[in-house]
């Protein structure tokens, strides 16, 4: 499975965090992480389901890929 980035934004309750994870994990999904100095975790998620997640505007979610510099 995708791991996948989810972010609270800004002005957003952290209550709509909590809504997220538990949204993800009914949907199969495995918290690998939560952040401290930002409000999200990283979640292992199915891709066919991502959208449950998308569809919440309190949040941003994306896909987590290497970053590289030159």
Do not use: R
């Not at 995708?2 to 965090?17: H, M, Q, R």
């Not at 409000?39 to 890929?65: C, M, R, W």
Request: without cysteine; proline residues 4%.
């Amino acid at each position: 499975m995708p791991l996948y980035n989810v972010t609270l934004k800004d002005g957003a309750s952290p209550d709509e965090l909590d809504k997220a994870k538990e949204t993800a994990q009914s949907k199969g999904g495995v918290i690998k992480h939560e952040f401290s100095l930002i409000k999200g975790f990283t979640v292992e998620y199915p891709a066919d389901a991502v959208g449950a997640l998308e569809s919440n505007d309190h949040i941003h979610v994306e896909q987590d890929a290497e970053v590289t510099t030159q």
